[in-house]
T-cell receptor, first 113, second 115 residues
Framework: GDSVTQMEGPVTLSEEAFLTINCTYTATGYPSLFWYVQYPGEGLQLLLKATKADDKGSNKGFEATYRKETTSFHLEKGSVQVSDSAVYFCALSLNSGYSTLTFGKGTMLLVSP | DADVTQTPRNRITKTGKRIMLECSQTKGHDRMYWYRQDPGLGLRLIYYSFDVKDINKGEISDGYSVSRQAQAKFSLSLESAIPNQTALYFC??????????????FGEGSRLTVL
C-alpha cells in the first residue's frame, strides 16, 4: 500500500541554521505530496504542496521539490527561527477524487535561540 | 471562531464508558474525516465521509463508530472505551476545490484519556 517515511526526530537546531527533513514515499500511482505543520497545542495546517513531478512547493521560507526519480519530497529552510519549532508531517494523496491522505509519523523540530 | 470545531477539547473517562467526540464545520465542505494521533505513529485514519449519506472505514476503525448528522456535523463514538484508545483525535474537512489534491483543514484536536 501507499506509505510515507520520514526521518525520526527530534531535530534540534540553533536559530539561523539550515534545515532538512527527509521524506520518501511509496505509491501505486502519481500522488500529490504535502507538508503539514503542527504547532504546540494546535491542529495540523498545510505548509506547502506539490501535485506533480519536479514541482516545487514553497511557503514561509520553507520549500520542497517533488522528485519522482528518488520518490522524495524533502523539506528545507535556509534559516530557521525559534517560531518554527513544531512537528512536521509529510503526506501523500493519490490524484483521485476519492482518495484520502496518508501521513508519515511526523518529525519534531526544536529550534533554540 | 475556528472553521472546524471539536468538542470536548479534553476528556478523561474510565474503561467501559461510552464517549462521543463531536465535530462541526462552517467551511461548507462535504468531506469530513476523523484521525487519531499517537506519539511515534503519526496520524491514522479512523473513518471518513464524502457526503451525508456516505460513511467509510479507515485503517483503524475497530472499536469506533461515526454518525454524519448533517453536512456540517460528524461525530465519533467509542461504544466501550479502553485504555489503548487514549490519544489525540482530530477532525478534518475538505471540499470541492480540494478534490484530487487531498488538502485537509483540521480542527484543534480532542485529547481523550481512558483510565
Amino acid at each position: 500500500g501507499d506509505s510515507v517515511t520520514q526521518m525520526e526526530g527530534p531535530v534540534t537546531l540553533s536559530e539561523e541554521a539550515f534545515l532538512t527533513i527527509n521524506c520518501t514515499y511509496t505509491a501505486t500511482g502519481y500522488p500529490s505530496l504535502f507538508w503539514y505543520v503542527q504547532y504546540p497545542g494546535e491542529g495540523l495546517q498545510l505548509l506547502l504542496k506539490a501535485t506533480k513531478a519536479d514541482d516545487k512547493g514553497s511557503n514561509k521560507g520553507f520549500e520542497a521539490t517533488y522528485r519522482k526519480e528518488t520518490t522524495s519530497f524533502h523539506l528545507e529552510k535556509g534559516s530557521v527561527q525559534v517560531s518554527d519549532s513544531a512537528v512536521y508531517f509529510c503526506a501523500l494523496s493519490l490524484n483521485s477524487g476519492y482518495s484520502t491522505l496518508t501521513f508519515g509519523k511526523g518529525t519534531m523540530l526544536l529550534v533554540s535561540p | 471562531d475556528a472553521d472546524v470545531t471539536q468538542t470536548p477539547r479534553n476528556r478523561i473517562t474510565k474503561t467501559g464508558k461510552r464517549i462521543m467526540l463531536e465535530c462541526s464545520q462552517t467551511k461548507g465542505h462535504d468531506r469530513m474525516y476523523w484521525y487519531r494521533q499517537d506519539p511515534g505513529l503519526g496520524l491514522r485514519l479512523i473513518y471518513y465521509s464524502f457526503d451525508v449519506k456516505d460513511i467509510n472505514k479507515g485503517e483503524i476503525s475497530d472499536g469506533y463508530s461515526v454518525s454524519r448528522q448533517a453536512q456540517a456535523k460528524f461525530s465519533l463514538s467509542l461504544e466501550s472505551a479502553i485504555p489503548n484508545q487514549t490519544a489525540l483525535y482530530f477532525c478534518a474537512t475538505s471540499g470541492l476545490h480540494q478534490q484530487g489534491t487531498g488538502e485537509l483543514f483540521f480542527g484543534e484536536g480532542s485529547r481523550l484519556t481512558v483510565l
